[in-house]
C-alpha cells in the first residue's frame, strides 16, 4: 500500500508542478514573457486544474479496470501512478493497475478490458468541454521556432468548433489546463484501446474476434504505428514499447477456456462503441512544430 500512496503523492506533485507551468503559460497568451504573472503559491494552486483533472480521467480508467475485477473475484492491485517531473510534457506517464491471475473467461476479460476506457472517457468528455470554454482565441505571434502544435482528435475538433467556431488565420486557440489535461487524457484513452496484445484494445479484440483474428490484427495496428512513427516523432517511443511488450509477452492474446463461446448482443454493441471511442480520442499526429504557413 505504502508504494501506491508514494505514487499517487509523486504523480500529484508532477502533475502539479507541470499544471503550475501551463496556467502561467495559459496567462502568457504566446508573449514570450519571463516575468511570473502572479505569486508562486497563486499559481500552484491554479497548477491543479490541470492536475485533478489528468488524475481524475487516468484515476477513474484504472479504477474501472479494478473495480471490474472486484466484481469478478478476480486479483488485482490498486493503481499505481507514474511521476514524470518536467520538462516532461505531461507530469505522467499514465497509470496502470497490476492483475495478478489469469483471467478465466471471454466475458469477464471483455468487461474488465472495457471498463477501463469507458470510465477515464466519461470523465474526460466533460473535461474537454469545460476546459475548452475556460480557453480563448489569441493572435499568434510572428514567430514560432520554439512553439508544437498538438494534434486534434475528432471529439476535441467537434467540442473546440462547438464553443468556438472556426479560428480566423494568424489566430489560435489558447488551451486552459484543464482542456489540455482532457487531450492528454484522451490520448491515453486511444492509446490504450489499440486492439495489440493484451491492451484494453487487445482484451476487446481477442473476447470479440478470438484467438486467430485477434492476432492478425495485432500485427497488423503494430505495422500501422511503424508507419506512424516513420512520419511523426510523437509515436517513436509508443511504437517501441508496444514492439517491446511483443517480443516479451508474444503477440498471442493469453487463451479462456470458453473462447468458443459468443459474447452477447450487449457487449458486441459496447465494443462497437469502444471502436468510436478509439476514432473520437485518435489523431496520427499527436505533438507536431507549429506551421504557420496557412493559418
Known sequence: MWLHVLLFALTIASTTLVGTMQYASYLDDYRGSTA??????ALAIRGL??????????????????FACRYYDVDASLPFFIPVPPPFLTGTMGAFIRIREPIPSKKMLFDIGIAGPIAGFVIAVPALFIGLAMSHVVKLPASSGDML?????????????????????????NMHPMAFAAWFGMLATALNLFPIGQLDGGHISYSVLGPRWSTYVTYAMVSGAIVLALFTYSWIVWTMMIVAMLYFFGPRHPRVFDEEVPLSRGRLLLALFAVIMFALCFTPAPIRPMELIGR
Request: hydrophobic share 45%.
Open 36 to 41: 511570473l504573472p502572479m505569486p508562486v503559491g
Open 49 to 66: 486544474w490541470y492536475s485533478m483533472t489528468i488524475l481524475g480521467i487516468l484515476g477513474c480508467h484504472e479504477l474501472g479496470h479494478y
Open 149 to 173: 502544435e498538438l494534434g486534434e482528435p475528432l471529439l476535441f475538433k467537434f467540442a473546440s468548433w462547438v464553443i468556438w467556431g472556426t479560428q480566423p488565420d494568424g489566430y489560435s486557440l
